[in-house]
């Protein structure tokens, strides 16, 4: 079983950039696949991006393609979320997930264990 741990959120502006990380506490952190998603208010919790076991493959949702990208850094058990050019609609709150069953998952069923969320906040 693996714990999840995200940071990097906060309050920021329009055009600002954030960098998210996903920390997992216990072993084998490279057999697992990884994945951010999030959550606006009074929305459904969507994909924002995913990764391979070894970083290798990775997706992302066209809204977000050009502007965040996710990495992942096995020697120190953390995944990223590199975010820039910031959009109000980019508000929410943002989930780490992973999985082992599978060396590159996509949907959110796919993946077995999340984090609590950080909150992003982009103001216009």
């Known amino acids: 079983q693996v714990q999840l741990v995200e940071s990097g959120g906060g309050l920021v502006q329009a055009g600002d950039s954030l960098r998210l990380s996903c920390t997992a506490s216990?072993?084998?952190?490279?057999?697992?696949?990884m994945g951010w998603f999030r959550q606006a208010p009074g929305k459904e919790r969507e994909s924002v991006a995913t990764i391979s076991r070894s970083g290798y493959n990775t997706v992302h949702v066209d809204s977000v393609k050009g502007r965040f990208t996710i990495s992942r850094d096995n020697a120190k058990n953390s995944v990223y979320l590199q975010m820039n050019s910031l959009k109000p609609e980019d508000t929410a709150v943002y989930y780490c997930?992973?999985?082992?069953?599978?060396?590159?998952?996509?949907?959110?069923?796919?993946?077995?264990?999340w984090g609590q969320g950080t909150q992003v906040t982009v103001s216009s």
């Open positions: 216990g072993r084998a952190f490279s057999r697992y696949a």
């Open positions: 997930a992973a999985t082992r069953a599978m060396d590159w998952a996509i949907r959110q069923d796919e993946f077995d264990y």
